[in-house]
């Protein structure tokens, strides 16, 4: 089986660097998605890593390990409106997606 | 970026019915969608891989009776919530993806059953 492992929840202030690890045990282990999801909305994609290292897209990076079988995704410059669940995501070989539980970020002034 | 549509948005329906929701890849094909279930404040679960032209993958405990998917083309594919009964209401949502691993979510459709 799959299984994913992230904080429930995480605060932090405006312009802040907040960090949500994740840990994940897999079979068939493609790469490691994050997505966004605003309350009552769909996800959107963020980022993908499939080999080690770190991936930057603007204010958001991610990171993977693949020895340790862990990843972050790093939100710089925090912005009241990244207040939002995020989910770490293992992809298998056949696009399918396994989601992590979800971390629910709340940004405050 | 790829435009997944899902349809209806909202839906709410009597115990015992069947409702059909709709997902839609308009500026790609897709041979694999894949079927989603959301609790509020919860992950999304997968139920199922549907595959255009042959039977749809089932994830361990989706009652396949229950939950009939249907892929006929390569830009629809159909879920259809069999004997809706009130635990069936949830947030359903679609995904495909155009060949690379960023998967597109339609907007989901939230299921009410009375």
């Known amino acids: 089986g799959q299984s994913l492992e992230q904080p429930s929840e995480v605060t932090a202030v405006e312009g802040a660097i907040v960090q949500i690890n994740c840990t994940y045990q897999t079979s068939g282990f493609y790469g490691l998605s994050w997505y966004q999801q605003h309350d009552g909305g769909a996800p959107t994609f963020l980022s993908y890593?499939?080999?080690?290292g770190l991936e930057e897209t603007g204010r958001f990076s991610s990171f993977l390990s693949r020895s340790d079988s862990y990843g972050y995704l790093l939100l710089q410059e925090l912005q009241m409106k990244d207040s939002a669940s995020y989910f770490c995501a293992v992809m298998d070989s056949s696009y399918k997606l396994i989601f992590g539980s979800g971390t629910r970020l709340l940004v405050r002034p | 970026g790829a435009v997944v549509s899902q349809h209806p948005s909202r839906v709410i329906c009597k115990s015992g019915t069947s409702v059909k929701i709709e997902c839609r890849s308009l500026?790609?094909?897709?041979?694999?969608m894949f079927w989603y279930r959301q609790f509020p404040k919860q992950s999304l679960m997968l139920m199922a891989t549907s595959n255009e032209g042959s039977k749809a993958t089932y994830e361990q405990g989706v009652e396949k009776d229950k939950f009939l998917i249907n892929h006929a083309s390569l830009t629809l594919s159909t879920l259809t919530v069999t004997s809706a009964h009130p635990e069936d209401s949830s947030f359903y949502i679609c995904?495909?993806?155009?060949?690379?691993?960023?998967?597109?979510f339609g907007q989901g459709t939230r299921l009410t059953v009375v």
């Open positions: 500026d790609f094909q897709a041979t694999t």
């Open positions: 995904s495909a993806s155009p060949g690379d691993p960023e998967a597109f």
């Open positions: 890593n499939a080999l080690d």
